[in-house]
């Protein structure tokens, strides 16, 4: 008898429990910690998380460096961020600073540990319960860039962190290609602000430091603000990093290269033996830039060129002392700025004016061979064309 009056309050029971649970009356069945003291130790990365009525999830995390974090939200539900460090002092907050109603928190921070506590926001006729997801960013989690490009993809409100390593001083560059809207952040070793590019009227960022220092920074790439509306842009994108050890070593047999996708850009690097004319131009059809740099990264002053070369080509010839350089290439708007080209170097010595002197020749009995053409005079035609095959030969062979 006492047991069957047990099992039967039981059975009335269990369905009220029930309906209590799935209503969000009973807070205290949220699977995080309701208090700093009872706060869910979480990791660099991405967890679900759920608020019910009244409730406040407490999570902690610790950093062992000085850098940068990111703290965003993502769902749809009205949530706000409060970050407190070990002590319980407020760091900072954030209500409704990502996509829709979400929070987002970024911010340089001391090594140590830190708080982050998530509640309803303040929105008007926003859902204030429900799942939400919250990721964390830290500066000396974030992964390495080794080569000169990663894919990557924004989603709204998000951020991507990337560690960079240059080796040396010289011209570093990054930017993205693509169609997402995205804006760069860059910073040093211990997250302190070095610069940033978000152009308006343009969806993609583009970076560019002389003389950068040798060290490990940081590059976030948030959403840009070309757009004034919400949630912020997002979809994927190209990430490309430049730096001076990754540059490609231009000699002076002619190589063939691609500016692909648009906004793409090319270094190179060549050492100059001796004092004299130095001359680097393209070919092609592509509408192709250059620019050239010292050992250090220093712009050379009156090397920038566009359009002196045969149609959209640059053409530049200088007197250059002995040492290592560095060439940017991109692509103009004049003309295609995408598409396929040929670089050439000529250095000083004999060789260098040998090739010269062959390349001029080249251009006037071509020259030569198109009035003889136009003119009817088959005969001299001929002759030229012999010509200009015998001088491609012995250019092809120095």
């Not at 060129?305 to 080509?313: E, F, L, M, T, V």
Request: aromatic content about 12%.
């Amino acid at each position: 008898m006492k047991t069957n009056s047990t099992n039967c309050r039981l059975r009335i029971l269990l369905p009220v429990l029930t309906l209590l649970f799935c209503s969000g009356a009973l807070t205290a069945l949220s699977e995080d910690g309701n208090t700093r003291s009872t706060a869910t130790w979480i990791l660099p990365g991405t967890r679900s998380a759920s608020l019910t009525s009244g409730d406040i999830d407490y999570f902690r995390f610790t950093v062992t460096q000085t850098g940068q974090i990111a703290i965003f939200s993502e769902g749809f539900v009205d949530v706000r961020a409060t970050l407190y460090d070990e002590g319980g002092n407020r760091v900072d907050s954030d209500d409704q600073g990502g996509a829709e109603n979400n929070f987002f928190l970024d911010r340089q921070i001391n090594a140590g540990t830190y708080f982050i506590e998530v509640q309803s926001g303040f929105a008007i006729n926003a859902l204030k319960t429900g799942n939400y997801s919250m990721t964390l960013r830290t500066q000396e989690s974030a992964p390495f860039i080794t080569g000169s490009s990663l894919p990557g993809e924004l989603r709204p409100g998000s951020a991507d962190f990337y560690r960079i390593t240059v080796g040396q001083a010289g011209l570093f560059e990054t930017y993205t290609t693509g169609t997402t809207n995205t804006g760069g952040f860059v910073y040093n070793e211990v997250g302190t602000f070095v610069g940033s590019h978000d152009v308006q009227g343009h969806a993609n960022f583009h970076f560019v430091r002389e003389r950068f220092q040798p060290g490990t920074y940081l590059l976030i790439v948030k959403g840009g603000g070309r757009y004034s509306y919400s949630p912020p842009a997002s979809g994927p994108y190209e990430v490309f990093v430049l730096r001076p050890e990754l540059a490609e070593t231009l000699t002076e047999s002619p190589m063939d290269r691609i500016l692909d996708p648009l906004g793409d850009v090319d270094h190179f690097t060549f050492v100059v033996p001796e004092y004299g004319s130095v001359r680097f131009w393209s070919t092609g059809f592509t509408d192709t830039r250059c620019q050239l740099y010292d050992s250090v990264g220093g712009y050379v002053s009156g090397s920038a060129n566009s359009d002196s070369g045969d149609g959209y080509n640059f053409y530049r010839a200088m007197n250059l002392q002995p040492g290592r350089y560095y060439l940017r290439v991109s692509g103009e708007s004049s003309g295609n700025p995408r598409g396929a080209y040929q670089i050439h170097l000529d250095l000083p010595g004999p060789e260098g004016e040998l090739r010269a002197s062959i390349i001029a020749q080249i251009s006037a009995t071509k020259r030569a061979f198109k009035n003889a053409k136009k003119n009817g005079k088959s005969a001299k035609a001929r002759n030229l064309k012999k010509n200009l095959g015998k001088l491609t030969r012995s250019l092809r062979s120095l």
